[in-house]
Every structure is written in C-alpha cells, then in structure tokens.
C-alpha cells in the first residue's frame, strides 16, 4: 500500500489558503490539518477544504503522529516558535519567508534541522516561474558572459494608501522591517539565484511616507481593506517601512541597485530584474511571467514567450504546459511542492528548493539593509553559504 504524505498548514490568511490548494494539486499528499488560532475561521476553512482536523492551538496538531509536514504561513512573530516546535516534533517544515526575526533565530533552525535529519525549505517561491529558470540556465550555460549589473525593483500599491492596513504593518507582529522583509527578500534571493553572484555590501536608504496610519478596528484579510467606512479605523503610528532602496555590490566586479515599494500606484504585484552581462542581458517581470526580453549588442533585440520545447534543457521541467498556456503565481506552488516533497519522501532525493539556510541568507541581508539605513553608510555583508540549490 502507497504511504499518502500528510499535511498540516498554519495559517489560514491570503497565503495560507494558496498553500491549501498547492498542496492539493499534488495529488500525493492529503490536507490533513489546519491549524490558526481564530477557532471558528479553522473551522469554515476547513469545512470549505474537506478537512476534518483543526484546532487552535498548533501544539495538538503537533501531538498528532499522522502528520509528516508542516507548511507555517503566519505573522512573521510566530515563524520561529512554530518551526522550532515543529522539528522537535519531528515534522519535516516549510516556512514561508522570513524564516524568522532575526540571523540568530534563523541559524537555530537551521542547525534543529540538520540535527533531525528534516526536510527543511525557506518558501520563496518566485524562483519556480519557467521564464527564471530558463535565464539561470542561459547564465549557467554562458549566454549572458559575465555579469556586470543587476537592477530592478519589487513594486507594489496596496499600501498606498493611510488607510490601508494589514498584520504586516505592525512591528510586533511583522518584525522592524516590513517592506523589505516582504518583497525586498524575495528579490534579493531572485538576484543572487539568478546571476549565482553574492551580494558584498549594501548602501540603503528607507522610507516611511505613512507616519500613521488608520488600523481597522476589525481584522481584514490580507489585500482586502478597500471597502471600510471612516468610522471602521483607528489612527496609530507605524514604526515599519514603506519603501525602500539598496545600491550593492556583488561578486568581485558586478554592481547593481533595487527598490521595494508597497506605495506604487499601478503596480499590484511587478517584481522585475534586469541582468546585464558582457555578453547579453535579459529582462523579467512578473507581471508578464511568460516574457523575456533579451538583449543583444550587435544582434536584434528578442521576446521570447515561454514554451518547454523552446526552454533550455534544465528549465523544462518546470513548466508543464505547452507554449501558450499560461503558468503563473499558483503553479510555483505547486512546482515548489513538488520538489520539497520529493525529498520528504527521499530524503537522498537532491534538493531543489531554498532551505532554511537560504532563510538565513536573506535574514542576513535584511540585518545589513537595516544597518546600513541606521548608520547612513555601506555595511559589508558576511560570506555566503554554498546552498544546494543556490
């Protein structure tokens, strides 16, 4: 009889329930459990899955023998609480990004994992669109040359307003760094899993344009403040960032800069990166996840539209539809799943996933970004770790 993977996932927020469905798409691995500490909310979402196990209080899931992983997707607060727990308990763990609120959590997860012998992936997700990973091989491959720039940003609106809010605006709950912990991180591993370059030393300078703001007196799901009355709010003030901009080297020679913003007008959700080597450069933005621009010096400039009989050979296997079929933002979930679960059933399977050291890495760019922004001055970054799947 086949063993049918089972999983529990904290968290029932935005991201919490595109995890949900990731993991159903599998097909091999079963939504066994839900854990949030709002009861009744477990209870409706669980009902809306058809999943039976749900409690409050994360520890009795833990208890429980028949589940083998764990997806955490809560404020970042609990991130470290919930893994730590959750190793101990002997549960292979996923845990959305950050992996926590500080490089001294983060390293403390890292070694629980190594010692427990546990499936362990820092879930940026962003790496598994079929485009990216089409410009990692072309970089592998040496189509780009020698990278001597990248730069782009990771623009958002939703907070653009005063009386936009989410969990994530609050310290206590998010950490001091909001703005760059949320999407800054994701870019900053993008870059340096792209151009297989380390980042060295950061200049930044952040930014917040909101000094209050007007907090619901109801909770809101995450994206979804738009529809309340002035009489729904009460004003605080806020302590975490809007917006953000980072000049850094990287490598021995290549240099580059980036901006994460959540004040953008008309950008939802446009994490965009620009490579430029000596040979070629390339151009993504996830707002178009099936295009890449690729440019020449003395050629035709192209845009390319994904296609898996057209990709290089190493980036096919994550696109699974034909060209003109898109993939986007919920198939890196499951193409993450995929591969994460892979080695939770094998654990001598190779890794192709960023693990909780690649958390770390983040987390320590992120201490770096905050550094520099407090001294008004470059910070230089400590070496990077060789990663598995860097």
């Known amino acids: 009889m086949i063993h049918r993977l089972k999983a529990a996932v904290f968290g029932t ?7 949900l469905e990731g ?26 899955f058809h999943v039976d196990k749900t409690a ?6 833990l208890e429980d023998p028949e589940v083998d992983v764990v997806h955490v997707c809560t404020p970042n607060y609990l991130h470290f609480p919930m893994v730590k727990d959750s190793l101990e308990a002997g549960k292979h763990v996923t845990c959305e990004k950050p992996l926590a609120t500080s490089v001294e959590e983060g390293r403390k997860l890292v070694e629980l994992a190594r010692e427990k012998n546990l499936a362990n992936a820092t879930f940026h997700n962003l790496r598994y669109y079929p485009m990216v990973q089409h410009i990692r091989r072309m970089r592998e491959s040496g189509e780009l040359g020698e990278i001597l720039v990248v730069q782009g940003t990771y623009s958002q609106d939703w907070l653009l307003y005063d009386t936009d809010w989410n969990w994530r605006i609050d310290s206590k709950a998010n950490g001091r760094s909001r703005c760059m912990a949320d999407i800054g991180s994701h870019w900053c591993d993008m870059a340096e899993h792209l151009t297989g370059l380390r ?6 300078d952040l930014q917040t344009f909101h000094k209050t703001r007007k907090r619901p007196k109801k909770s809101i799901e995450t994206f979804a403040g738009k529809m309340l009355t002035p009489e729904d709010y009460e004003e605080v003030p806020i302590d975490t960032e809007d917006f953000g901009a980072v000049v850094f080297r990287m490598g021995e020679r290549a240099r580059g800069a980036f901006t994460a913003s ?7 959700n446009r994490l965009s990166i ?18 890449l621009w690729i440019g ?18 190493k980036a096919k296997p994550f696109a699974d539809l034909p060209g003109g079929h898109s993939e986007g ?12 679960y892979r080695t939770v059933e094998d654990r001598s399977a190779p890794v192709e996933y960023p693990q909780f050291i690649d958390g770390v890495r983040q987390l320590q760019i992120l201490s770096a970004v905050l550094e520099s922004t407090d001294k008004r001055a470059w910070v230089d970054l400590p070496a990077a770790h060789t990663a598995a799947w860097a």
């Open 23 to 48: 993991i159903r798409r599998l097909g091999f691995v079963q939504v066994y459990a839900i854990g949030e500490s709002q009861k009744e909310k477990a209870r409706k979402l669980g009902e809306e």
């Open 262 to 268: 959540q004040v953008a007008a008309g950008c939802k």
């Open 329 to 340: 933002y919920d198939d890196t979930f499951k193409q993450f799943f995929r591969r994460f």
């Open 56 to 61: 409050s209080d994360y520890h009795a899931i």
């Open 199 to 204: 980042m060295t030393s950061v200049c930044a």
């Open 274 to 291: 620009e490579i430029y080597g000596s040979k070629a450069s390339v151009a993504w933005s996830q707002e178009k996840p099936d295009e």
């Open 296 to 313: 020449q010096r003395n050629a035709p400039n192209q845009v390319i539209i994904k296609d898996p009989s057209l990709l290089q050979a």
């Open 13 to 19: 927020g935005f991201v919490g329930r595109v995890h």
